[in-house]
């Protein structure tokens, strides 16, 4: 059994006494995968963090207008959308999400199709961009939120009616 031990390629007994190797290694491939995931969660975060303003706030704030990338949140005014013909220009202003005329408005302006929840009364909509020299907010993305006030027709009509 001696000269058969001593005929195979490697030492048992070292291989034993070699665990620890194995278990640094694994431990190090450990730290690798882990710092890996850490930087990926790092680099994702900052574009997630974006705050959005209201207008009211964004309008308040010289900071915001700078040119830098920020998220604006309010609501379409009324009759204020316009496309340009045979384009997918659009213009249009935004209000605060209680939707009063006499508050502050954003006009706004996007090259891009829409979203159908754009068109919603209903719905609170997230612009995306930066504030150009011409006091135009120029919109990168649009993010619609659901309308969280579903009402049918019917009833969309009689509060109509009412106010």
């Known amino acids: 059994m001696a000269g058969l031990q001593s005929d195979l390629p490697f030492d048992l007994e070292a291989e034993n006494d070699g665990g620890k190797g194995h278990r640094t290694r694994f431990v190090i491939l450990g730290l690798v995968v882990a710092l890996a995931v850490g930087y990926m969660v790092y680099a994702a975060f900052p574009g997630n963090a974006l705050y959005f303003l209201t207008v009211s706030e964004f309008m308040a704030r010289d900071s915001a207008q700078d040119g830098r990338t920020v998220r604006v949140a309010g609501k379409l005014v009324d009759g204020s959308f316009l496309r340009e013909e045979n384009s997918t220009v659009a213009n249009f202003r935004l209000t605060d999400n209680d939707g009063e005329l ?25 612009l995306e961009g930066s504030y150009g020299t011409d006091r135009v907010f120029q919109v990168n993305n649009v993010l619609v939120k659901c309308p969280s006030k579903y009402q049918s027709v019917e009833q969309e009509q009689e509060q109509r009616l009412l106010n």
Not at 105 to 126: C, K, M
């Open 102 to 126: 006499v508050g502050q408005q954003l006009n706004a302006s996007y090259l891009g199709v829409l979203p159908d929840l754009f068109f919603n009364p209903h719905s609170e909509v997230i």
